[in-house]
């Protein structure tokens, strides 16, 4: 590790200090001085020195002393100089502001730069300090606000993280780790969550499309496809046999075409009738709505059991992260009550801590009025725990009983789903055989039918059996054997994509169950991930904290309602957070924060302490010290050095 110490700063009209010598030798000091005597303006020097800025880190800020008129006394130069011993080599900085005249006034300022009495350009000089230590690092080293308190969250988290060092991969998620192939966390949840939208919009247009198909079979009469294939041969055959004895007969037919017309239209009506009979549906398609309503509501209460589990394991991973987080209140609260505690058993103070003479009563009374008002506050933020504990633990009480409520439903639904499948079977199988078995109807049965037939007979008896008659009755068999071909050939083509058909639902009805599963195994691989980034998280807080004696730092919030986390940083002590803590706390967190990242940098540099004589805290900081004390009635800087024999804490 790298050691700088400061062994003495000098100071010439600098501010309000005209000369001043801190000549500490590398050891830890108390300056000790009234306030507006100088303390801060040596820390300030100190800091121009290195970098050309004060305190507060303004670069521009007043550094010359002004008479009674608040004007710059002219004819001056403000000059600091630091020695330091860097890893036992002494090396000297020198930093010199004077006037730049032009015909004897004053036209502005020129700085000059010296590092071992070798003058420097700035740029040269700037270099040197920043390969020495990086301003930002410098801050986080010296400045016991800066890391926790201005440093940008992001920026602190990310130096927090390097602190850390390498995190174990929490035990259980191996398959989630070997699923991952070189993505990270977040990019592997990002395209898991692309693939559900994906296969969910794929999965919701699966049943516009089967119902589309089975519009279309709706019109399909099933029927054997050898007994088809004999009838057209049949149909073939008599066709051509009609038409032999057509050409036969086709010269005889000179008599009673009137008549004949009027039969051939009996003959035809008789056939559009017969065709009708044939093509009537209706009783197969209540069958076939039975079926499709049976795989809908079978479908409907299959996927209200797996949302009824999805939910259920929710509702456990969120009662998880409400425990945690009502374990952390429950300490929380006990911090108060033990600082409440130790406030209550300690009385006001009766005497000066600077004579040791009894306060009169009006200050005792103004010191118990304090004590009072330390309870008071620490009493409200009690109760204000103790509200946010019963929030929780009511909220858990009625997560667990709805767990409990859902654990009871979802083994109820599963039977009932069990069930349903069997029923849905064993109807699917009988309106099969409905279908199958549904008897052809017979056209001997129609009255209109036998209307028609009695017409045509009635009107060959009047002609007799001439043979114009025999020519039209091989016509109309003729175009009755076609008409059957024609109707045969259809069902033929008709059973190719009516199988074609139901292959097809098989397939889409796969497809939308195998769809139905991918965002089923998603949705449960969505869910190991948010249970690997909350145990993550933790292992995360725990490597982290592990490296600190008294601060611990709070790296992720638990999202109660949204069941996730979200990435934060602040420092808390015994469970108070960094923007509710005292000061004395604040410097207390900032001393054990500068111990870690010295060692994480390697670099140990010398710390000023202002308003030091406010910490009643152990200073525990392993670098050389210098306090700054306000004590009433000193009007000049004192200098007390802190040899390290008399330094078990600095």
């Known amino acids: 590790m790298r050691t700088i110490r400061l062994d003495k700063l000098v100071i010439q009209n600098f501010k309000g200090l005209k000369e001043f010598a801190l000549d500490v030798g590398g050891d830890s000091a108390v300056i000790t001085a009234a306030n507006g005597v100088g303390k801060t303006t040596v820390y300030d020097a100190w800091l121009w020195l290195l970098f050309g800025k004060d305190s507060t880190g303004r670069a521009e800020f007043e550094i010359r002393p002004v008479d ?199 003959t035809v009506k008789k056939l559009h009738r017969e065709s009708q009979l044939k093509s009537d549906t209706g009783g197969i398609n209540a069958f076939l709505e039975e079926k499709a309503d049976l795989e809908s509501k079978y479908a409907e209460q299959e996927q209200a059991v797996n949302k009824l589990w999805i939910e259920l394991r929710t509702k456990e991973n969120a009662a998880q992260s409400l425990e945690a987080d009502l374990d952390k209140s429950m300490e929380m609260l006990a911090s108060i009550r033990a600082e409440y505690d130790t406030a209550d058993a300690k009385p006001a103070a009766d005497t000066c801590y600077a004579c040791g003479q009894k306060l009169p009563a009006d200050k005792l009374a103004e010191n118990e009025q304090k004590r009072k008002t330390s309870l008071l506050a620490i009493t409200e933020r009690g109760n204000k725990r103790k509200a946010i504990v019963k929030e929780q633990k009511a909220a858990l009480d009625e997560l667990r009983k709805h767990i409990a409520e859902l654990t009871e439903q979802g083994k109820k639904a599963e039977a009932e789903l069990r069930q349903a499948e069997q029923d849905k079977n064993r109807r699917l199988a009988e309106v099969d055989e409905a279908i199958k078995n549904r008897p052809e109807a017979d056209p001997s049965a129609d009255a209109e039918w036998q209307g028609i037939v009695a017409g045509i007979a009635k009107l060959q008896a009047e002609i007799g059996h001439p043979v114009s008659e025999l020519l039209q009755e091989i016509e109309s068999r003729k175009k009755l054997a076609e008409q059957e071909l024609a109707e045969v050939n259809k069902s033929l083509a008709n059973a190719d994509r009516a199988k074609r058909d139901r292959e097809r639902i098989d397939e889409l009805e796969q497809e939308e169950k195998d769809l139905a599963q991918k965002v089923a195994d998603i949705d449960r691989q969505l869910i190991d991930i948010a249970e690997y980034k909350l145990a993550q998280s933790r292992l995360i807080e725990e490597a982290v904290n592990d490296k600190f004696e008294h601060v611990k730092f709070r790296l992720f919030d638990y999202l109660l309602k949204e069941g996730g986390i979200k990435e934060t940083c602040e420092a808390t002590y015994k469970g108070v957070p960094y923007s509710d803590m005292s000061r004395g706390e604040k410097f207390y967190c900032g001393i054990d924060t500068i111990n870690v990242l010295s060692q994480r940098y390697g670099l140990s540099v010398p710390l000023f302490i202002d308003n030091a004589k406010s910490m009643t805290m152990p200073i525990e900081a392993r670098s050389q010290i210098i306090r700054l004390c306000a004590e009433k009635g000193v009007k000049k800087l004192q200098v007390q050095v802190v040899k390290p024999k008399e330094k078990a804490v600095a």
């Open 68 to 266: 009674e008129n608040n004007e710059a006394i002219k004819g001056l130069e403000v000059m600091v100089e630091g020695t330091l011993d860097i890893d036992g080599r002494r090396l000297v900085f020198r930093r010199l502001q004077k006037e730049r005249l032009v015909k004897d006034q004053v036209r502005g300022y020129t700085t000059d730069y010296w590092i071992d009495d070798v003058p420097k350009k700035e740029s040269d000089y700037q270099d040197y300090i920043a390969e020495l230590i990086g301003e930002n690092t410098f801050k986080m080293l010296t400045d016991l606000a800066y890391f926790n308190g201005k440093l940008h969250w992001t920026d602190r988290r990310r130096v927090l993280m390097e602190v850390g060092g390498d995190i174990t991969e929490p035990a259980g998620f191996d398959n989630l780790l070997a699923a991952l192939n070189g993505r990270t966390i977040e990019e592997y949840a990002k395209m898991l969550g692309e693939q559900k939208k994906a296969h969910a919009k794929r999965r919701d247009e699966i049943n516009p499309r089967i119902d589309e198909i089975h519009k279309g079979l709706e019109s399909y009469v099933p029927g054997d496809a050898v007994v088809l294939e004999d009838k057209r041969k049949l149909s073939q055959a008599v066709r051509e046999g009609l038409e032999a004895e057509r050409q036969r007969l086709v010269g005889q037919e000179t008599q009673r075409q009137a008549t004949i017309e009027q039969i051939n239209k009996l």
